[in-house]
């Protein structure tokens, strides 16, 4: 198993920045590749980026291209994400995932909330 928990979120102005930390547990996270995701009020959860196990390989959506970065810290058992440029419609609940496979998201954490205010 891979356990995770999300910290980082909170209120921020639009245009502002956050940085979200995923902590991990288990020797499993060293080859899982790892995301985030998020879901807004009444909306589907939805992928944000991803990133392979080395680091190496990374992927966004779209509409976050260009402002937000996923990264990750083998050593600490951690991963992040640096959301820059932040709009009200990156209000949301920011989960972190692991798949150690390669080929399904397994393992979530409980969420940290986002709100960007206007």
């Known amino acids: 198993q891979v356990p995770l928990v999300e910290s980082g979120g909170g209120l921020v102005q639009a245009g502002g920045s956050l940085r979200l930390s995923c902590a991990a547990s288990?020797?499993?996270?060293?080859?899982?590749?790892m995301g985030w995701f998020r879901q807004a009020p009444g909306k589907e959860r939805r992928f944000v980026a991803g990133i392979s196990w080395s680091g190496g390989v990374t992927s966004y959506d779209d509409s976050v291209k260009g402002r937000f970065t996923i990264s990750r810290d083998n050593a600490k058992n951690a991963v992040y994400l640096q959301m820059n440029s932040l709009n009200p419609e990156d209000t949301a609940v920011y989960y972190c995932?692991?798949?150690?496979?390669?080929?399904?998201?397994?393992?979530w954490g409980q969420g940290t909330q986002v709100t960007v205010s206007s």
């Open positions: 288990g020797r499993a996270f060293r080859w899982s590749r």
């Open positions: 995932a692991a798949d150690p496979s390669g080929s399904s998201w397994v393992y």
